[in-house]
C-alpha cells in the first residue's frame, strides 16, 4: 500500500488536515461499507435466531484475536470492552483495594483512568510530571512508592504532554501491578503489553474504528475479581445470581458489542498499512519542527505522535478558527495547549496548513 492509497483511504482528508486521532480517528471507507454491510442485515434478517447470534461471536473472537496479536499477548488474556475508561475500572475496581491501599498514578493522566483510581476506594498518590523532562519521570514515580502501592496507573502516551512514560523501567523497578491506559499508543505506536498486568485499548481513536470499542489485557485473570459481571462473563449462573465465570479475560468482557461495531473495527485493522507506525513517528517530528517556528512545543523530540504546543490567545477559540481554516486539532482546556494528533495519514501539506492555520 502506498501513501497515497492509504490516505485516499479516508475521505476526510479530502476536506481537512485531520489532526485529532487523539480524540477520535478517522473513519475509512471500508470501515463504514463493512459497518453498513451488517446494518443492513439485520434490517433484512432481523437480529434473533442462531446464525445472528453465532454471526456476532464468530466477530468477537476474530477481534480478540486481532487485537491480542497487535500488543503481543494471547486472545484469552484480553477482554473485549467498550472503552479505555470502561477497562480502567475494570481493572482498577477488580482489584478489590481498600482505604489502606494506594494507587500511584500522574497528574498527566485523563480522567478515564483517575476516575476509576478515586473511586476505588484507596488512597492516590499522584506524581507531578507536568512540567518535568521525560528523563526525570521514572525517579519521579518511585518517589511516590510506599510499602502500601497496590498499584501503579499511567498512560503509556500522555494525553496532555504527549510524553512516553518509562514503562520498561518501570517494570524493571517494581513488583507490584502496573495498569497501562494505552488510548494514546495502541495503534499509534509499537507496543508490547506482555510484561505489564493491565493494558488498556481504545478502538475510535488510533485504530480508526467505530465509537465504543475497546480491550483490556489481563496478565493473570484468575487474580482479578469480575467486577462488575456481564452477561458475556459468565459460562453458566443461578437463578440467585451467582455464577461460573468465563475462562482467561473473556470473564471481564463488558458486555454487548454490535455486530456493526465488531466488523468496523476489523475492516479498520485490516486497512492499516505496515509502515504506519514509522510514518506516524515521521510525521511527529516534522511537525515538531514546523511548529516551533509559530507556537511554544510541549512535547519533547523522540516521543509518539502527539505534538502538544502553547500559542497565544484562548486555546479553545485558536481550534475553532483553525477547525473554519480546515484543520482539525484539540484544545486542552486543563493545560490551556493545543495539540495535533499525528497519524501514517498525515501528509506534509495538512502539517502546512496546520502552521499557516495558527500563524493567521
Not at 478489590?96 to 494507587?103: H, M, N, Q, S, Y
Amino acid at each position: 500500500m502506498t501513501f497515497e492509497e492509504a490516505r485516499a483511504a479516508f475521505p476526510v482528508l479530502e476536506r481537512l488536515a485531520y489532526l485529532n486521532a487523539g480524540s477520535v480517528g478517522p473513519l475509512s471507507r471500508a470501515a463504514a461499507e463493512a459497518m453498513r454491510t451488517e446494518l443492513d442485515a439485520d434490517v433484512a434478517k432481523g437480529r434473533a435466531g442462531k446464525p445472528f447470534v453465532d454471526a456476532m461471536l464468530d466477530l468477537r473472537a476474530q477481534v480478540r484475536e486481532r487485537i491480542a496479536g497487535l500488543i503481543g499477548v494471547d486472545a484469552a488474556q484480553l477482554a473485549l470492552t467498550s472503552s479505555t475508561t470502561n477497562s480502567c475500572a475494570i481493572a482498577i475496581l477488580g482489584l478489590r483495594l481498600g482505604p489502606e491501599d494506594e494507587i500511584v498514578t500522574t497528574d498527566v493522566e485523563h480522567f478515564g483512568l483517575l476516575g476509576p483510581a478515586y473511586a476505588s476506594g484507596a488512597r492516590v498518590r499522584v506524581a507531578n510530571l507536568l512540567g518535568r523532562p521525560a528523563s526525570e519521570a521514572l525517579d519521579t514515580i518511585l518517589a511516590e512508592m510506599t510499602p502500601q502501592t497496590r498499584l501503579i496507573a499511567l498512560s503509556h502516551v500522555s494525553w496532555t504532554t504527549g510524553q512516553l512514560l518509562p514503562l520498561v523501567e518501570l517494570r524493571e523497578a517494581v513488583d507490584v501491578p502496573i495498569l497501562v491506559d494505552g488510548a494514546q499508543s495502541v495503534g499509534a505506536i509499537r507496543v508490547d503489553a506482555a510484561p505489564l498486568d493491565f493494558y488498556t485499548v481504545s478502538g475510535q481513536k488510533w485504530l480508526c474504528a467505530p465509537d465504543a470499542t475497546g480491550a483490556l489485557y489481563v496478565r493473570d485473570p484468575e487474580r482479578l475479581a469480575v467486577a462488575p459481571p456481564t452477561y458475556f462473563s459468565q459460562e453458566s449462573h443461578e437463578r440467585s445470581g451467582s455464577f461460573v465465570p468465563k475462562e482467561g479475560a473473556a470473564r471481564f468482557d463488558s458486555g454487548w458489542i454490535p455486530r456493526a461495531s465488531l466488523a468496523g473495527l476489523l475492516a479498520a485493522m485490516d486497512g492499516a498499512p505496515e509502515w504506519r507506525f514509522e510514518r506516524g513517528a515521521e510525521a511527529a517530528a516534522q511537525c515538531r519542527e514546523l511548529l516551533a517556528d509559530v507556537a511554544d512545543v510541549v512535547t519533547e523530540s523522540d516521543q509518539a505522535t502527539l505534538v502538544s504546543f502553547r500559542v497565544d490567545g484562548d486555546p479553545e477559540e485558536r481550534a475553532a478558527r483553525a477547525y473554519g481554516q480546515g484543520v482539525a486539532i484539540r484544545d486542552l482546556p486543563a493545560v490551556g495547549w493545543l495539540r495535533a494528533s499525528c497519524g501514517y495519514w498525515t501528509s506534509d501539506e495538512d502539517l502546512a496548513r496546520l502552521v499557516a492555520a495558527l500563524g493567521q
